[in-house]
């Protein structure tokens, strides 16, 4: 294989890279902070646990997390 095929087959890489698009994350995630506090309507990942929003309702609003997000249900996976 010479400089020219590779030359060539990095070209043709790039070019189908291209093609695909970004592949960033930040759409994504933005799509997935479906938590919202209801005092400052700040928002979480879908992912955050129980002891982070606690901690949130208790150090900015001096509440407790059932006032700050009612109807959070840990998901199984999570302790």
Same mark, same amino acid.
């Given at each position: 294989?010479?400089?020219?095929?590779? *030359?060539?087959?990095?070209? /043709?890489?790039?070019?189908? +890279? *291209?093609?695909?698009?970004?592949?960033?994350?930040?759409?994504?995630? /933005? *799509?997935?902070?479906?938590?919202?506090?209801?005092?400052?309507?700040?928002?979480?990942? !879908?992912?955050?646990?129980?002891?982070?929003? =606690? =901690?949130?309702? +208790?150090?900015?609003?001096?509440?407790?997390? /059932? /006032? !700050?997000?009612?109807?959070?249900? =840990?998901? *199984?996976?999570?302790?």
């Amino acid at each position: 294989m010479g400089n020219g095929q590779k *030359a060539q087959h990095k070209r /043709e890489r790039a070019k189908n +890279d *291209a093609k695909k698009g970004p592949t960033s994350q930040l759409k994504t995630n /933005e *799509a997935a902070k479906n938590i919202v506090c209801q005092v400052c309507r700040n928002t979480f990942l !879908c992912t955050v646990r129980k002891k982070a929003l =606690e =901690e949130h309702a +208790d150090n900015k609003h001096g509440k407790k997390l /059932e /006032e !700050c997000f009612p109807g959070f249900v =840990e998901t *199984a996976g999570k302790k």
